[in-house]
């Protein structure tokens, strides 16, 4: 044991040089940590090159089942900057972060979106949310847009030199991401008003429903914890074959059987219905792919379920022209 | 500010070595309470506990409506000692044996748990971490002010936790000693070996929900039996036994961080493992080892004891499961 004390010991000095060397010069980007990766999509693109931006819950990681390495403790003590959505989404760690902002900036940037949102596009109080706010304000891209300015004020006011830029970048994002809302409402439009209903493996499309017209079933809630049960299977199951919806979704951040649970017995029932795809819930394609983008994301998402329901997607809009060009140049 | 009270701060403003000290002092409040639930053969009972407390916090819910209270922590460790209590009220109807009891109880209690979620609280993002926080790579972020000194909330929690557990085997020390080995001798003595095994489970409740918030479920299980386990493969003494499981649970918090960083992994989970290489170690290593064993195969074995006269001596001897079940009151 003692050997291994020594080992220990040894190995000691690095973490003492794990501590926050405040790299305060204004030059230097500054160093932020994300905890999802729609929150670090916002800070990237807003803070363009004044920010290093690295994200701790990467793809098809659920959140709330998130675990952390030691190498994320080192990204955390170096952050100048945390974002995080909040709302619970984060579970006890957004709490602690809420606390962290008297020493570290901190950015609750779902909880800074919903103090700029008319109440009535918040979503609460519905028998699926009791006086809690749904925390997935990510699924509407005009309320997403919201963020930009949010991200821009507190990227400025770490970097008075790059305040100027930041809103510029700020503003050109929350135009594109606007197009992308009319792109999306003009796509959700074709899709024929019988089949509007958009069946999911938990409630994470509750803002992506109401913004694009989907009557939205999660089947397993909102918590995790508790699986879906046989009643929930049961009456989704109901729902599909009364609505006579042509397809379901599974996501990636949660495992399909419950999924395959509902369309088996579907089938059983002498009806039929297809999986439409993999929906990005919780979390964001890989890094390096158009899905890693909240852009390309939301245009999965969208374009999976109108093509999956009956529905055609729009022309791409002229205002993300460049980034399409982007990610497709990028393709091999 | 004094210099002294500056550099203390200073140090502690290190994550890693806030993340350590949190690591040890669980480990050190888990293993002292460990080594008699090992010698008790309840080392599962931890485990149990650390289930059921998912009731507790959904009561807690349902009747105050909030996860931001610290009822929680109450409402987990009662949870913990009705886990104990029904686990007993089955053993001493003599149907069924203690560790079959205790995996009838706690699955029973968590399963309760996870029907009143679905039927309640569906929508709510209720679980264990939703009170909890669970994860010792983040302790270090949530900061207390104690006296002069900004201290990680687990920390203070847990120096407190590990103060009181150490207070409770040093001052029922011989109580909990006879208790655990001899309770028909200790009920005939008026030392009451319940009510010093409920304060023990108790303890171990309070101590189960402090570590969970400080560094979740798995750690906690893994320092109650592991460095217990280890120490008792080294030493017959009972005395002995503590003191190893606390330097190996140190060695384990120190070890496992040093682990972690190598390989940019969870800080949990190799301390996890670092318990399980000081296992590994002693039963190679240990007096009992294998290769003392392999050793001493040339001349005949001594009996062994664990620091108590020899009138209690067949009961001790934990390698031989069925010998003391009987004995058990």
Redesign the interface.
């Known amino acids: ?1 003692a050997l ?2 020594l ?6 000095p ?3 040089h ?2 926050a060397e405040p790299a305060e010069a204004a030059s230097q980007p500054i160093a932020v940590v994300a905890t999802t990766q729609m929150v670090a999509d916002m800070l990237t693109v807003v803070g363009g090159p004044c920010a290093q931006v690295t994200t701790l819950m990467g793809p098809g990681i659920d959140p ?1 089942l998130y ?7 080192d990204r ?2 170096r952050a100048e900057l945390i974002g995080y959505n909040g709302f ?1 989404l984060e ?3 957004g ?3 809420a ?2 902002g008297q ?1 570290i900036p901190t950015l609750a940037l779902a909880e800074r979106i919903a103090e700029g949102v008319q109440a009535a596009r918040l979503l609460e109080g519905e ?4 006086g ?1 706010t749904d925390p997935h304000l990510w699924g509407a891209a005009d309320v997403w847009a919201l963020g930009t300015d949010v991200a821009a004020e507190v990227i400025g006011q770490l970097r008075p030199a790059c305040a100027e830029a930041a809103a510029e970048r700020a503003r050109d994002y929350a135009a594109q991401l606007d197009a992308l809302h009319d792109w999306a409402l003009a796509s959700a439009a074709s899709v024929p008003p019988t089949k509007r209903t958009l069946v999911t493996s938990h ?1 994470a499309f509750a803002y992506f429903g109401a913004a694009y017209g989907f009557d939205v079933a999660g089947i397993e ?3 995790t ?2 699986e879906a ?1 046989i009643a929930d299977i049961r009456e989704t199951v109901e729902l599909v074959l009364e609505t006579g919806v042509p397809a379901i979704f599974v996501e990636t951040t949660i495992s399909p059987r419950t999924i395959e649970a509902v369309q088996a017995a579907v089938r059983d029932r002498g009806g039929d219905v297809t999986i439409g795809g993999e929906l990005f819930g919780d979390a964001m394609g890989d890094a390096g792919t158009p899905e890693g983008t909240y852009v390309g994301m939301i245009r999965h998402n969208v374009g999976t379920v109108v093509r999956a329901l009956g529905g055609e997607v729009a022309a791409w809009p002229d205002a993300l022209a460049g980034w399409k060009e982007r990610w497709e140049l990028d393709r091999p | 500010m004094s210099a002294a009270v500056a550099a203390l701060q200073g140090w502690l403003d290190q994550p890693g070595v806030t993340i350590v000290l949190i690591g040890a002092l669980v480990g050190i409040a888990a293993s002292l309470l460990g080594a008699f639930l090992v010698l008790r053969r309840e080392s599962m009972l931890s485990d149990a506990i650390s289930h059921s407390i998912l009731l507790g916090i959904v009561m807690v819910y349902l009747l105050t409506g909030t996860l931001d209270s610290p009822l929680h922590v109450v409402g987990a460790s009662l949870a913990g000692l009705g886990t104990v209590w029904l686990t007993d009220l089955l053993v001493r109807s003599r149907r069924v044996k203690h560790d079959a009891a205790i995996g009838l109880v706690f699955p029973a209690l968590f399963a309760a748990a996870v029907l009143l979620i679905n039927v309640y609280a569906r929508d709510v993002h209720l679980d264990t971490d939703a009170v909890l926080l669970g994860e010792i790579a983040f302790a270090w972020l949530d900061v207390v002010r104690v006296f002069e000194l900004d201290v990680a909330r687990s920390l203070a929690t847990m120096l407190a936790i590990t103060l009181v557990n150490l207070a409770f085997v040093l001052l029922l020390f011989k109580e909990l000693k006879l208790a655990t080995f001899d309770p028909g001798l200790a009920t005939a003595l008026g030392l009451r070996p319940v009510l010093v095994g409920y304060g023990l489970l108790g303890l171990v409740s309070v101590t189960a929900v402090g570590a969970f918030d400080a560094v979740g479920a798995i750690l906690f299980v893994a320092f109650v039996i592991v460095p217990p386990t280890a120490a008792y493969l080294l030493t017959d003494r009972l005395e002995r036994m503590l003191a190893y499981g606390c330097l190996i649970a140190i060695g384990s918090s120190l070890g496992g961080y040093a682990l972690a960083r190598a390989f940019d992994v969870s800080i949990g989970g190799a301390m996890a493992s670092a318990t399980g290489v000081f296992l590994l170690l002693a039963l190679l290593l240990g007096r009992h080892g294998l290769v003392a064993r392999a050793w001493r195969r040339r001349a005949p074995e001594a009996p062994p004891h664990v620091g108590m006269p020899a009138a209690s001596a067949p009961q001790l001897d934990a390698k031989t499961p069925t010998s003391s079940d009987g004995g058990r009151a």
Request: aromatic share 4%.
């Open positions: 044991m291994a004390l080992v220990a010991s040894a190995a000691w690095t973490s003492a794990a501590q709330h675990r952390a390495s030691a190498g994320d403790v955390l003590s619970d579970g006890q760690l709490a602690v972060l606390r962290l020493r028998d699926e949310y009791e809690e409630d809630g909102i918590s914890e508790s049960s």
